[in-house]
């Protein structure tokens, strides 16, 4: 299989797939792009959301962002409440509930100010 961030992968076959081979496949893709990636298995990790509210909220990204955008977005979320956990160690509350919190506020002109 070969992954394409602008294009939905067939969702059964992507979950027929172990985690691992998902993340290298999306490292290659950023690789093939010429991506220059700081950690680029966190960046792959980000967007492999499957019980998550990860998949509506591509879905209402996709209105306004392609489905690269769209996972970037999302990601950026993913990767500040990692951030936070990893800063503050103690201060660790409930990351899924913080995590789908932030997912259900995240518009598109949210993004886009924090990516400039």
Not at 33 to 48: D, F, N
Not at 62 to 68: A, I, P, Q, T, V
Not at 81 to 103: F, G, H, Q, W
């Amino acid at each position: 299989m070969q992954y394409d961030a602008t294009d939905q992968p067939d969702l059964e076959t992507w979950l027929e797939l172990d985690e691992t081979e998902r993340i290298d496949l999306v490292i290659e893709y950023h690789r093939h792009i010429g991506a220059q990636l700081e950690t680029p298995e966190l960046h792959a990790m980000a967007a492999l959301g499957e019980i998550t509210p990860v998949p509506e909220t591509l879905e209402r990204l996709l209105d306004e962002l392609d489905r690269h955008d769209a996972i970037h977005a999302i990601g950026s979320v993913l990767m500040e409440i990692v951030l936070d956990t990893v800063d503050k160690p103690d201060d660790v509350s409930d990351i899924n509930a913080r995590y789908n919190r932030e997912l259900a506020l995240l518009t598109t002109a949210d993004w886009r100010s924090q990516s400039k």
